[in-house]
T-cell receptor, first 112, second 112 residues
Framework: QKEVEQNSGPLSVPEGAIASLNCTYS??????FFWYRQYSGKSPELIMF????GDKEDGRFTAQLNKASQYVSLLIRDSQPSDSATYLC????????????FGRGTSLIVHP | DAGVIQSPRHEVTEMGQEVTLRCKPI?????LFWYRQTMMRGLELLIY????????DSGMPEDRFSAKMPNASFSTLKIQPSEPRDSAVYFC??????????FGSGTQLSVL
């Protein structure tokens, strides 16, 4: 059973809108959470990470973490067509090796 | 730095043949991961090395798969014999002092 769950989408939003991507995880002891972006045919690249409950903002991106609900999200404000990609949620589960477990990813389409 | 270098970029082979995938990590990165990505299962961890030592190989599908890291600058993933269900994109990723993963460009493997 996959321990990191994401809606596969596609999530379609108009240019300029807010895109909201969601992720749940099973291990309550998880410590660190990541969002990777993967363009079609390319490799994943890290765009955000968060360790503490609450919000973390970086430019147009905001990561939100709620450990009690085992939920992490990524908001993209003023979405652009160039944001169209698959967004992978990754969680470092409990344990000392910090081995990331990835969700299957959510496909985002931003249409002009 | 050139980043994580994987070869070949594409590999097409026939069922039963041996396949060897190669990875050169970023200099100074002491953790190396092999992942496999498919539409159905997403990004799955195959094996994790730390300081050239295999730490977690629980994701290796079966005895047909083997991985080595003879030194800090080179790793291989071998499949022998290959099967059509092994068709996927195989990524090598490395990590230095933080938790961010740096991915190679991947190897697209097709087993006919």
């Amino acid at each position: 059973q996959k321990e990191v769950e994401q809606n596969s989408g596609p999530l379609s939003v108009p240019e300029g809108a807010i895109a909201s991507l969601n992720c749940t995880y099973s291990d309550r002891g998880s410590q660190s959470f990541f969002w990777y972006r993967q363009y079609s045919g390319k490799s994943p690249e890290l765009i955000m990470f968060i360790y503490s409950n609450g919000d973390k903002e970086d430019g147009r991106f905001t990561a939100q973490l709620n450990k009690a609900s085992q939920y992490v999200s990524l908001l993209i404000r003023d979405s652009q067509p160039s944001d169209s990609a698959t967004y992978l949620c990754a969680v470092n589960m409990r344990g000392g090796s910090y081995i990331p477990t990835f969700g299957r990813g959510t496909s985002l389409i931003v249409h002009p | 730095d050139a980043g994580v270098i994987q070869s070949p970029r594409h590999e097409v082979t026939e069922m039963g043949q041996e396949v060897t995938l190669r990875c050169k990590p970023i200099s100074g990165h002491n953790s190396l991961f092999w992942y496999r990505q498919t539409m159905m299962r997403g990004l799955e961890l195959l094996i994790y090395f730390n300081n050239n030592v295999p730490i977690d190989d629980s994701g290796m599908p079966e005895d047909r798969f083997s991985a080595k890291m003879p030194n800090a600058s080179f790793s291989t993933l071998k499949i022998q014999p290959s099967e059509p269900r092994d068709s996927a994109v195989y990524f090598c990723a490395t990590r230095g002092g933080g938790e961010k993963l740096f991915f190679g460009s991947g190897t697209q493997l097709s087993v006919l």
